[in-house]
């Protein structure tokens, strides 16, 4: 359990139920326009710092340890969760609420899940917020708490329907506007905000050039460094537009290993000179762009340093690279400390200590707080770290917070959320967005647009993995619904992804009836049945057309197609906007933002980045 002894205050805090509405009150009179000094240099920003260093001085330690934590709590409530949530909470965090958890541990984050059930609903998400507020500001020396989330769009979301959910990382890729990353940034934003969540751990800065990248993939905006720069820089001055904090992920580049550091500790092989060229530039461009925070991963680089510790640890990469050599002065994140890749080589006591001593500055998500919070505790006490070194890292926190107005208004906005959260004007743009990334790679003899008036009768198949956080889903069953939105009569076929012989026969057999056939596929590989079943379709005589809902690659796997579509992820905006291509509703106009290899020679390109055709 943490030592109070020093002080701090471990009572439960507010009793009030989190579902009513927090006044408007200042939350601090020592940090009364504090915000605009921040954005103001010279003297201004000087006075600004001042006071922050004023709230840190009268922080006890643990306070101090507290402000440096990022962690999952489970429920919809800040106070009254359901009992499997509380069960949840005590058995991994020791305490029945977030309100309890905030009370015994003075967190200065906390980072919302939809598996931790915090995201029900937009009401419920704002209510939850504003419990999780009052109770920090209910405590001695109260501050108010950074809430964050996963909000990536297309394969990572955490809050879905009736929020906007917009286009992944690789299809902006494929549609390379920025204008359209900004306007993803500022509409993900305003509907974060209204909902109390003050940062998004996003955009992802990886540059994805190993097609078997098992962890970022299409959460990436591509493979060309210069390209994916200019659409980070442009998502981050989106969500800075509406007020939430970002954060580029992974330091110092994660997208080049065969190794998901979930489960796995990946090794980067990439020399220092092709680091500087090509993982290195979209981290220059958000630090120009004036990005809140960096996330760490929990990668190992040997170039960069060759310790054997993942960079999350290496003081090398964290203070050496991106402190000073990169000049970034904002907040360094880790990814959560849960995952294997940082839990390789030392324990979780160890972690957290070692993470601060090499220049981070938030400790994401431990596997046990508990554990995290009291070694470094320990550390300071047994002199390992100081409280100065603590010092440096909680005025950066501090800075972020009153950058982006938390100091002053910390609490959501549940007024605005059904005028701003999945609103009309929201989700048409949304639609327009995927519309300019859906990439046509193959049209042979003019097998595309399907005609409805001569190939009615549409049958759709294929893979239907588990829809990302909040869309419809099935990917067949929306596409089949989007068609025959569009005068076609489709009927959808879940095969999976890996259709068995009896599944195959059942689909070419349905294929007798159809017009013409369309099959999703998902992360195709030479081994995969999802091949046998395209091949026994093509034979059928039928048009058929692929849809590659995820990978853009899975095209290397289908020599014989005459006709295919890359989508870059499964969700509704995107499988509504390949069918409204599909018909000639609109025509493609996204281009690769990766090369494809060839599959049966990876070390030729079968359609080079750029690559797109149109009607």
């Known amino acids: 359990m943490p030592d109070t002894s020093t002080g701090s205050d471990t009572g439960t805090g507010s009793t009030r139920r989190d579902t009513v509405r927090p006044s408007r009150r200042a939350v601090l009179a020592a940090t009364a326009g504090l915000t605009a000094s921040l954005t103001v240099p010279t003297a201004a920003h000087a006075a600004g710092d001042r006071r922050l260093r004023a709230l840190i001085s009268r922080m006890t330690l643990e306070e101090k340890v507290g402000q440096l934590f990022v962690t999952r709590v489970y429920g919809h409530s800040a106070t ?41 609903d937009p009401h419920q998400i704002a209510a939850l917020s ?8 209910d405590q001695p020396r109260g501050l108010p708490v950074l809430i964050a989330t996963d909000q990536e769009h297309g394969a990572v979301c955490r809050i879905g329907r009736p929020a906007t959910l917009l286009p992944g990382a690789m299809a902006i890729g494929a549609g390379r506007s ?15 905000r209204a909902m109390g969540i003050h940062q998004d751990y996003s955009p ?19 493979a060309g460094p210069d390209a994916v720069a200019a659409l980070v820089a442009a998502e981050v001055r989106g969500y800075q537009s509406a007020g939430v904090a ?66 999350t640890l290496s003081r090398p990469v964290v203070t050496g690279i991106l402190r000073e050599e990169l000049g970034y002065d904002g907040v360094v994140i880790t990814d959560s400390l849960g995952m294997q890749g940082v839990r390789t080589k030392y324990g979780d006591d ?21 554990v995290a919070w009291n070694a470094v505790l320990t550390a300071v006490r047994n002199g390992e770290l100081t409280e100065a070194r603590l010092d440096e890292s909680i005025l950066r926190i501090l800075r972020l917070k009153a950058r982006r107005g938390l100091l002053d208004h910390p609490f959501a906005h549940p007024d605005r959320i059904d005028r701003t959260v999945g609103t009309p004007a929201h989700l048409a743009a949304a639609d327009r967005i995927a519309e300019r990334t859906t990439t046509l790679l193959v049209n042979e003899d003019g097998t595309l647009p ?14 239907d993995p588990a829809s990302p956080s909040g869309t419809t889903g099935p990917p067949t069953g929306v596409l089949a619904a989007a068609l025959s939105g569009l005068g076609f009569a489709a009927t959808a076929l879940s095969t999976g992804t890996a259709p068995s012989a009896a599944t195959v026969d059942k689909a070419v057999a349905a294929a007798g009836d159809a017009d013409a056939v369309v099959v999703a596929t998902y992360n195709v ?78 070390a030729r390109v079968l359609y080079p980045l750029g690559h797109g055709l149109t009607y």
């Open 80 to 120: 009254d969760p359901d009992q499997a949530d509380i069960d949840a909470n005590l058995k991994e965090l020791g305490v029945r609420t977030a309100a309890e958890l905030i009370a015994r541990y003075r967190v200065g984050g906390v980072i919302y899940f939809a598996w931790a059930h915090n995201t029900r």
């Open 130 to 137: 504003d419990g999780i507020q009052r109770a920090s500001l």
């Open 178 to 192: 920025r204008s359209d990353a900004r306007t993803l940034g500022r509409i993900s934003g305003a509907e974060l």
């Open 204 to 222: 992802d800065a990886d540059v994805n050039v190993n097609p078997a990248n098992p962890v970022i993939g299409v959460r990436s905006f591509g």
């Open 246 to 311: 970002t954060s580029a992920k992974h330091f110092p580049g994660h997208g080049d290993t065969s190794v998901d550091s979930h489960y796995g500790f990946p090794v980067i092989t990439h020399s220092r000179r092709l680091w500087a060229e090509l993982d290195a530039v979209p981290f220059r461009a958000a630090i120009s762009a004036g990005v809140d925070s960096v996330m760490t991963g929990h990668i190992q680089f040997p170039a960069l340093d060759g310790s054997g510790d993942p960079a």
């Open 350 to 370: 160890r972690v957290p200590v070692l993470a601060l001593k090499a220049g981070v500055d938030q400790l994401l998500n431990p596997p046990s707080l508990d």
């Open 450 to 463: 399907f005609d409805h008036r001569r190939q009615r009768r549409i049958l759709v198949v294929g893979a």
């Open 525 to 602: 590989t030479a081994g995969s049945s999802q091949r046998t079943l395209v091949d026994r379709l093509l034979a059928t005589g039928r048009p058929v057309a692929v849809v590659a809902v995820r990978n853009p690659y899975d095209i290397a796997q289908f020599p014989a197609v005459r006709a295919a579509l890359a989508t870059y992820c499964w969700t509704d905006v995107e499988l509504r906007a390949a069918a409204r291509v599909l018909a000639g509703r609109v025509a493609p106009r996204g281009r690769l933002p990766v090369p494809v290899q060839r599959a049966d020679d990876p």
